[in-house]
Structures are given as structure tokens and as C-alpha cells.
T-cell receptor
Framework: NAGVTQTPKFRVLKTGQSMTLLCAQD?????MYWYRQDPGMGLRLIHY???????AKGEVPDGYNVSRLKKQNFLLGLESAAPSQTSVYFC?????????????FGPGTRLTVT | QKEVEQDPGPLSVPEGAIVSLNCTYS??????FMWYRQYSRKGPELLMY????GNKEDGRFTAQVDKSSKYISLFIRDSQPSDSATYLC?????????????FGQGTELSVKP
């Protein structure tokens, strides 16, 4: 079991460029999440999905879009990157609504926007 | 005011010390309280969780929840250099849509040999 994987691991973008981050999980989890982590800010939820074909906004959704076309994959898109989107992005997944809702995290993607 | 507050540290202790990490929260609906450990340049991983009030022990780690004070703690006994990491508290209730967890800012811990 690979668990939760993320590609790419690192990326440098210029302002205005676009990119897609891919998250894949092999645990048959229903729920998936995208977070960003910035110094002193902890983990902030960008978007999440409670099942294939569904997505919802989290705490900081502006400037990002997501898609969940397959249960095992959750894509995060940046249409026009800005320096404020420089961050470490983590994907996570969980079984579903049953508590305690342990989330399993990927290794992260370090994104720099210049 | 954030729903969950955590002192970001950094916290530096000598090997063998007892470490206390804490979070306060404002939402009385929280029922599940988790501690995640995050090594440098890695994703967070669940260390332990507790339900409602009380204590839970796992080896050198003890988690405590005091719902009356809205305060949770993680104690590490006989701390080791391998415990050096960022520790994040996280909380959830049945009312959190989408199984969302609310995270604290994380406390960076360094255990010196």
C-alpha cells in the first residue's frame, strides 16, 4: 500500500502560470482534502470532497479549483498562480463520516511562485 | 479568535525531559481530540486521539482532555531526540461537515541530546 501520494514533490511557477497538483490514494477512502501549510498558520483547508464527483469549499478556497472524477484521485488546480500561493500543499484522505475521522496525509508538494 | 489555539513554540528541551504541549479551543461541540506529529519535510501522521474528557496513554505519550476548561494536553515522558518534530492538535465533532478537522497552528519541539 502506497497510502496517499502526491505529484509533483516540488514546483516553481512564475506569476500567472497555471498548474495541477495530483493526489492519489489506494485505501478506498471516501473523503479527500487539500490543505496548505504556511509558517505560523498551521494547516488550512482549501477544498474537500466527500465522494466521487463532489467537491466543497474549505477555509481558503480563493484562487484554487478542484476535481474528483475518480474516487482515488483528487486534483488541485491553480489557474493563475500568485506569489501568495507559495506554500506547502498537503493532500489527505479519510474513510468517511464515522468518527474519529483520522486523516491520512501525503508527503506534500512544495510550491514557489515567483 | 481562532477555534483552536496552540503555542507555536519553538520548544527546546534536553533529552529525558518531560514535555507538555497544549491547545485551547472555543467550540464546546468538539468530541474527538487528536494529536498529529509532523517530522521536517514530511506529512502529518496521527499520534493518538481521545474521545470526550479523560486521559489516554500510549507508551511514553499521554493525552489529556479537560472539556470543562476547553483545554487539551500531550505529555511526552523521557523525551528522545527522535521526538523532535512539530506537534499539531486537531479536533472534530459530528457537526463538522465533510469530516473536517480543525487544526491548531502546531508546536515545534526540539529535543537536544
Amino acid at each position: 500500500n502506497a497510502g496517499v501520494t502526491q505529484t509533483p514533490k516540488f514546483r516553481v511557477l512564475k506569476t500567472g502560470q497555471s498548474m495541477t497538483l495530483l493526489c492519489a490514494q489506494d485505501m478506498n477512502h471516501e473523503y479527500m482534502y487539500w490543505y496548505r501549510q504556511d509558517p505560523g498558520m498551521g494547516l488550512r483547508l482549501i477544498h474537500y470532497s466527500v465522494g466521487e464527483g463532489t467537491t466543497a469549499k474549505g477555509e481558503v478556497p480563493d484562487g484554487y479549483n478542484v476535481s474528483r472524477l475518480k474516487k482515488q484521485n483528487f486534483l488541485l488546480g491553480l489557474e493563475s498562480a500568485a506569489p501568495s500561493q507559495t506554500s506547502v500543499y498537503f493532500c489527505a484522505s479519510s474513510y468517511g463520516a464515522d468518527l474519529p475521522r483520522e486523516q491520512y496525509f501525503g508527503p506534500g508538494t512544495r510550491l514557489t511562485v515567483t | 479568535q481562532k477555534e483552536v489555539e496552540q503555542d507555536p513554540g519553538p520548544l527546546s528541551v534536553p533529552e529525558g525531559a518531560i514535555v507538555s504541549l497544549n491547545c485551547t479551543y472555543s467550540n464546546s461541540a468538539f468530541q474527538y481530540f487528536m494529536w498529529y506529529r509532523q517530522y521536517s519535510r514530511k506529512g502529518p501522521e496521527l499520534l493518538m486521539y481521545t474521545y470526550s474528557s479523560g486521559n489516554k496513554e500510549d507508551g511514553r505519550f499521554t493525552a489529556q482532555v479537560d472539556k470543562s476548561s476547553k483545554y487539551i494536553s500531550l505529555f511526552i515522558r523521557d523525551s528522545q531526540p527522535s521526538d523532535s518534530a512539530t506537534y499539531l492538535c486537531a479536533m472534530s465533532s459530528i457537526y463538522n461537515q465533510g469530516g473536517k478537522l480543525i487544526f491548531g497552528q502546531g508546536t515545534e519541539l526540539s529535543v537536544k541530546p
